[in-house]
């Protein structure tokens, strides 16, 4: 059964998760289909193509787009590692380390942009690896929040719990 | 956020004018994004026709459709959190919730992926009407679902609904 703290929150959480799933497929099939998973490609993306005719990247143009990542980025991040703290209480270390995972290639892959085009070229895999990692994470706290919220027979709430049957709980110190 | 979704009758009490405040942003928010839709022509199916179906050889659909998606998802995925939560501790009977949220949900996804129709199956009839109309659901179910709870947020303890 579904720890029933968590079940009164199953449906909006099922609703996120099943939105943030899209927004990273969405995301995935943009970064190939614009800059590509390959070091060639990324430069090309931020310097221009003569054969494209593709023109250099400016600095307002990556404003643009890194503005609004800025706030969505961190934001999703912060619901998402709350939700999963909030649902399944996993122990402090290895949330630690898959957190510290995600947020490193979140700014990685932000920061990458403006670094190749502006200061050393040849970062441009760091900006993929930034990316994969960031997709990769993001796809495990998902994995972990829909095990949350699905029916697992037999499942007894994890000790260590706070909170009652009516109150939410919080993750495990 | 845990203080946001408390049960507790005194907690509700000091968390419900932010809540409230946050819903009227929210209702903003849905308004401006059916504005917004209008203005680009995408409420008709002619000018849905235009901005998002594919042309001949574009095998994946064009970028500003994967674009929409992208900002779409996410916004649908933080309205239905984010109201849904506060739903839960409103004393409003749980299938009444439960078919507002389930409703949203679905025409939302609807609303996502009809374009992908075409693209699909390039020709497909009626993907344009279908969008159209699960924007309208999505946006009715999520306005009656923020209204509901402006007038329930905090008015009386939460009920024991399993």
């Known amino acids: ?173 | 956020m845990r203080f946001l979704v408390q049960p507790n009758p005194a907690v509700l009490d000091r968390a419900r004018p932010p809540v409230r405040v946050f819903l009227a942003f929210a209702v903003l928010l849905l308004v401006g994004w059916i504005a917004s839709r209008a203005a680009h022509g995408a409420l008709t199916p002619e000018g849905l026709t235009r901005i998002l179906e594919p042309s001949p050889g574009e095998r994946f659909g064009p970028v500003a459709l994967w674009e929409e998606v992208h900002q779409g998802a996410f916004l649908y995925g933080f309205l239905l959190l984010t109201v849904g939560s506060l739903l839960v501790v409103c004393p409003v009977a749980p299938r009444l919730r439960t078919a507002l949220l389930a409703t949203a949900t679905a025409a939302a996804l609807v609303d996502l992926l009809a374009p992908f129709l075409p693209v699909a199956w390039p020709g497909i009839p009626g993907w344009a009407p279908l969008r159209i109309g699960a924007f309208g659901v999505a946006m009715a179910a999520l306005l009656a679902a923020v209204a509901l709870a402006w007038a329930t947020f905090g008015r009386e303890p939460r009920r024991t609904d399993g």
């Open chain 1, 1 to 173: 059964m579904v720890d029933p703290r968590m079940s009164r929150f199953s449906l909006p959480v099922a609703a996120f998760a099943t939105m943030v799933a899209l927004v990273m497929a969405t995301g995935a099939v943009l970064f190939a289909r614009k800059i590509g998973f390959d070091g060639g490609h990324v430069r090309a993306f931020y310097f221009g193509s003569e054969a494209g005719f593709a023109p250099p990247r400016s600095l307002a143009g990556l404003l643009e787009v890194a503005v609004p990542h800025l706030l969505a980025v961190p934001l999703l991040i912060l619901v998402t590692l709350h939700l999963v703290a909030f649902a399944l209480g996993v122990r402090r270390r290895p949330f630690s380390l898959l957190a510290g995972i995600t947020w490193t290639c979140a700014a990685a892959g932000i920061g990458a942009g403006f670094a190749i085009r502006f200061a050393w070229p040849w970062l441009a895999p760091l900006k993929v690896a930034a990316f994969v990692g960031f997709q990769a994470t993001m796809l495990a706290w998902l994995l972990l929040l829909v095990a949350a919220i699905v029916p697992h027979p037999g499942r007894e709430p994890r000790p260590g719990f706070t909170g009652t049957a009516d109150a939410p709980p919080r993750a495990v110190r």
